[in-house]
């Protein structure tokens, strides 16, 4: 198979206005991938998918990660053709709290439909183009992004029956939080 | 520009939209999330017209509890056991997965006898798993019990060998970054010969029992087709994506671990219906039988843990990795990101059964809503590993 440098030549001389650059993997699997700005990231798919020798038609993995100053997503592409890969595909969004928009490579490979629900589901990042996104695992009406490094649990200690250490003590911030409706039951913990 | 236009229109890998005849009544049905076809807790939102499937949507996240964010906020080794509860019925090949990406992400080598072990123990898994899947799904058609049993019945043999091993029959955590935890005595690989033994006597008779069997025939052939294209497109693997007619096998395009050496062939489907995907489960455990002979003669001597693996302390350096294997139900992948740290930076499971589901609907269009418990078991789902 080709060479990321290769890679990334091949798609200079077939899209001249693609932001593309390698970012380097230093463990020793050497799997290093394309950072691609998500204006281009979609024509770049295409052309990975389509290209007569690359033929990058299976993706098989997307991923999400949380980074201090942005959400990522992370595609690894094989061929089944051709029998070869991993090409990693990884595209960032501009930052973690209102800028979170990328966008959907559902519509060139099918198995990204359920895994960029799970992303924007987990993560919160928003996949335009996507043909139905909605939350995947947690249940619609939730607000949070549970995979964030920065989530927080929901300030719910029904669980805890005999609160103690920690949890006691977030019990008690709780407590005074909500001071004016502190139940009776809140209390009985205590 | 060097690249070839796509020549099929937009929205060629979406199901399709059916719109209701108004010959029947039009009802939406939620089939789950307790209904026994199910196998946990998963429901699918099913609307009819009459008998007919005109849409179905999966609904997931019952048995959530982010496998995920557990694995980043414990060490690598830590993650080992909660591995084995992914897909519950092969925990073996789920250590192996983890194992193996954990090995790519710190160049670790592993010991001929350990590879030995993980190709005997993967392909014990596999067996049992394709036995139990196609009993599941026979026992779904309504044939209450026999097939089943008899699966389980070679099921248990195989799980005491992995308690004897283990000390578990399906919580293992068996497998470590290296090697495996403990070695197999000579006794122990006896009498796995012997199970190994019987296992073609098995398989045998459950072939003749189920499948020239003419109810089976009649409501698997030409039922659930998934097309070849599509199954690609959609990142379908394992024995659904061959009954489909791709010859893809994570055992001979990656060859990890010690694959390469064995002689085993990649069975391949025709028509993509639920009869091929039984069948091609039924001649993959007759391969496997073939991985197991050959490896329990070639098993070498020697230890079972690298000498240089790292137990205490272990922080790989940063980076990141992917690996996968071929696992019973399809190509199940880690992709770990290490910050240099103890814990994993990022811990992503790719999990087979969840993108398998993936075209569920387009399979199910069309068809009786009967039909959907038998195209949803032929899938072959574990909801440990679809909601992690």
Same mark, same amino acid.
């Given at each position: 198979?080709?060479?990321?440098?290769?890679?990334?030549?091949?798609?200079?001389?077939?899209?001249?206005?693609?932001?593309?650059?390698?970012?380097?993997?230093?463990?020793?699997?050497?799997? !290093?991938?394309?950072?691609?700005?998500?204006?281009?990231?979609?024509?770049?798919?295409?052309?990975?998918?389509?290209?007569?020798?690359?033929?990058?038609?299976?993706?098989?993995?997307?991923?999400?990660?949380?980074?201090?100053?942005?959400?990522?997503?992370?595609?690894?592409?094989?061929?089944?053709?051709?029998? !070869?890969?991993?090409?990693?595909?990884?595209?960032?969004?501009?930052?973690?709290?209102?800028?979170?928009?990328?966008?959907?490579?559902?519509?060139?490979?099918?198995?990204?439909?359920?895994?960029?629900?799970?992303?924007?589901?987990?993560?919160?990042?928003?996949?335009?183009?996507?043909?139905?996104?909605?939350?995947?695992?947690?249940?619609?009406?939730?607000?949070?992004?549970?995979?964030?490094?920065?989530?927080?649990?929901?300030?719910?200690?029904?669980?805890?029956?005999?609160?103690?250490?920690?949890?006691?003590?977030?019990?008690?911030?709780?407590?005074?939080?909500?001071?004016?409706?502190?139940?009776?039951?809140?209390?009985?913990?205590? | 520009?060097?690249?070839?236009?796509?020549?099929?229109?937009?929205?060629?890998? *979406? @199901?399709?939209?059916?719109?209701?005849?108004?010959?029947?009544?039009?009802?939406?049905?939620?089939?789950?999330?307790?209904?026994?076809?199910?196998?946990?807790?998963?429901?699918? $939102?099913?609307?009819?017209?009459?008998?007919?499937?005109?849409?179905?949507?999966?609904?997931?996240?019952?048995?959530? *509890?982010?496998?995920?964010?557990?694995?980043?906020?414990?060490?690598?080794?830590?993650?080992? @056991?909660?591995?084995?509860?992914?897909?519950?019925?092969?925990?073996?090949?789920?250590?192996?997965?983890?194992?193996?990406?954990?090995?790519?992400?710190?160049?670790?080598?592993?010991?001929?006898?350990?590879?030995?072990?993980?190709?005997?123990?993967?392909? /014990?898994?596999?067996?049992?798993?394709?036995?139990?899947?196609?009993?599941?799904?026979?026992?779904?058609?309504?044939?209450?019990?026999? @097939?089943?049993?008899?699966?389980? *019945?070679?099921?248990?043999?195989?799980?005491?060998?992995?308690?004897?091993?283990?000390?578990?029959?399906?919580?293992?955590?068996?497998?470590?970054?290296?090697?495996?935890?403990?070695?197999?005595?000579?006794?122990?690989?006896?009498?796995?010969?012997?199970?190994?033994?019987?296992?073609?006597?098995?398989?045998?008779?459950?072939?003749?029992? /189920?499948?020239?069997?003419?109810?089976?025939?009649?409501?698997?052939?030409?039922?659930?087709?998934?097309?070849?294209? /599509?199954?690609?497109?959609?990142?379908?693997?394992?024995?659904?994506?061959?009954?489909?007619?791709?010859?893809?096998?994570?055992?001979?395009?990656?060859?990890?671990?010690?694959?390469?050496?064995?002689?085993?062939?990649?069975?391949?489907?025709?028509?993509? $219906?639920?009869?091929?995907?039984?069948?091609?489960?039924?001649?993959?455990? *007759?391969?496997?039988?073939?991985?197991?002979?050959?490896?329990?003669?070639?098993?070498?001597?020697?230890?079972?843990?690298?000498?240089?693996?790292?137990?205490?302390?272990?922080?790989?350096?940063?980076?990141?990795?992917?690996?996968?294997?071929?696992? @019973?139900?399809?190509?199940?992948?880690?992709?770990?990101?290490?910050?240099?740290?103890?814990?994993?930076?990022?811990?992503?499971?790719?999990?087979?059964?969840?993108?398998?589901?993936?075209?569920?609907?387009?399979?199910?269009?069309?068809?009786?809503?009967?039909?959907?418990?038998?195209?949803?078991?032929?899938?072959?789902?574990?909801?440990?590993?679809?909601?992690?």
């Amino acid at each position: 198979m080709k060479t990321v440098e290769e890679i990334k030549s091949a798609i200079k001389a077939a899209l001249p206005g693609a932001v593309v650059e390698i970012a380097p993997n230093s463990s020793v699997s050497g799997q !290093h991938s394309l950072r691609v700005a998500s204006e281009s990231a979609f024509a770049v798919a295409k052309f990975l998918r389509d290209d007569a020798e690359l033929k990058l038609d299976f993706l098989s993995n997307v991923s999400g990660v949380d980074w201090p100053d942005s959400l990522e997503a992370v595609y690894h592409l094989f061929s089944m053709e051709k029998k !070869h890969g991993p090409v990693i595909l990884r595209m960032h969004t501009v930052n973690r709290t209102d800028k979170v928009e990328l966008p959907s490579l559902t519509p060139l490979w099918r198995s990204a439909e359920f895994q960029e629900r799970e992303v924007f589901d987990l993560y919160g990042i928003v996949f335009t183009g996507h043909p139905d996104l909605r939350r995947l695992l947690m249940w619609d009406e939730f607000k949070d992004y549970p995979m964030r490094r920065d989530y927080v649990d929901p300030d719910d200690f029904d669980y805890e029956p005999t609160a103690h250490d920690e949890v006691l003590k977030r019990v008690q911030a709780h407590q005074s939080a909500i001071a004016g409706q502190a139940s009776s039951e809140v209390g009985a913990w205590v | 520009m060097g690249v070839i236009e796509q020549a099929r229109p937009e929205g060629w890998n *979406r @199901p399709a939209v059916i719109t209701p005849t108004g010959d029947g009544e039009l009802l939406e049905v939620a089939m789950g999330p307790h209904h026994p076809s199910t196998h946990g807790v998963f429901r699918m $939102d099913v609307a009819l017209d009459g008998e007919r499937v005109i849409r179905l949507k999966p609904v997931f996240g019952y048995l959530h *509890r982010n496998h995920e964010k557990i694995a980043e906020s414990i060490s690598y080794l830590g993650s080992m @056991p909660y591995t084995d509860r992914l897909d519950y019925i092969c925990p073996i090949t789920n250590n192996w997965a983890y194992a193996l990406a954990v090995e790519k992400l710190v160049g670790q080598e592993v010991p001929e006898r350990a590879e030995y072990l993980r190709v005997i123990l993967g392909e /014990l898994t596999r067996y049992q798993n394709h036995a139990s899947s196609i009993g599941f799904l026979i026992q779904e058609m309504g044939a209450s019990g026999t @097939p089943l049993m008899y699966a389980f *019945r070679e099921r248990e043999k195989i799980l005491d060998l992995f308690e004897e091993l283990t000390g578990a029959r399906m919580m293992v955590n068996y497998m470590r970054f290296g090697g495996c935890r403990v070695d197999a005595s000579s006794a122990w690989l006896d009498r796995t010969r012997k199970v190994v033994a019987g296992l073609g006597g098995f398989t045998d008779e459950f072939e003749r029992l /189920l499948a020239t069997n003419e109810i089976l025939m009649a409501r698997t052939q030409g039922v659930g087709v998934l097309r070849a294209d /599509l199954a690609v497109n959609a990142g379908v693997t394992g024995p659904m994506l061959r009954a489909s007619g791709v010859n893809y096998d994570v055992r001979k395009v990656d060859g990890y671990s010690i694959y390469n050496r064995f002689n085993f062939r990649v069975p391949l489907g025709d028509h993509g $219906d639920v009869y091929d995907r039984f069948m091609i489960r039924l001649l993959e455990m *007759r391969e496997s039988i073939g991985i197991l002979t050959q490896a329990l003669k070639d098993i070498p001597g020697g230890p079972v843990m690298s000498p240089t693996a790292k137990i205490r302390g272990f922080r790989p350096k940063p980076g990141e990795a992917y690996g996968r294997i071929e696992a @019973p139900k399809g190509e199940l992948g880690f992709y770990l990101i290490s910050d240099g740290g103890p814990n994993p930076y990022r811990y992503r499971v790719r999990p087979p059964s969840l993108i398998n589901l993936t075209i569920l609907e387009d399979m199910c269009l069309g068809h009786d809503v009967a039909d959907v418990v038998l195209i949803f078991g032929s899938v072959d789902i574990v909801l440990g590993e679809v909601d992690r």
